[in-house]
């Protein structure tokens, strides 16, 4: 099985959430991939805070994390599942942000698991499986 990571695991991973960490150690490093609006979320996130210790040591877990975890590409193909993903949402009235959508649609369009703590939003996602590593009980 393969799976995508949610902005929100990855924040998990930078503190050390232990249940995160342990389901992570038992997944195949070569199953387990980061998509890029996921480091775009994290960086943005890292660059609103002032120049800190708290700074420094989160861009130091980011580039761990960076160096350990391959990239879920932007391909053609997740380009049209974004596009599919998105009006299918909005024809539902069920919207939801436009990153958000775009990692989803990585996860379609390779056929991986989502792993997200965003589980009300994400579930409102056309042919997605989602997985939340925090809660080892909440996969629908």
């Avoid at 799976?3 to 387990?32: E, F, I």
């Avoid at 974004?82 to 959508?101: H, P």
Wanted: aromatic share 4%; hydrophobic share 50%; net charge positive.
């Amino acid at each position: 099985m393969r799976y995508v990571l949610d902005t929100n695991v990855v924040s998990a991973l930078m503190r050390g959430d232990a249940a995160v960490l342990d389901a992570l150690r038992h997944k195949p490093k070569a199953d387990v991939s980061v998509p890029q609006p996921v480091f775009a979320e994290i960086a943005y996130g890292i660059e609103r805070l002032a120049r800190s210790r708290k700074r420094a040591t989160l861009e130091k877990r980011l580039a761990m994390i960076k160096a350990e975890l391959a990239r879920a590409p932007w391909t053609d193909e997740v380009s049209e599942r974004f596009g599919a993903i998105k009006a299918a949402l909005e024809r539902k009235g069920a919207r939801i942000e436009d990153l958000d959508v775009a990692i989803a649609a990585h996860a379609v369009a390779v056929g991986a698991v989502l792993v997200t703590a965003n589980l009300r939003h994400m579930v409102r996602v056309p042919g997605l499986e989602v997985h939340d590593w925090a809660h080892a009980d909440a996969q629908w």
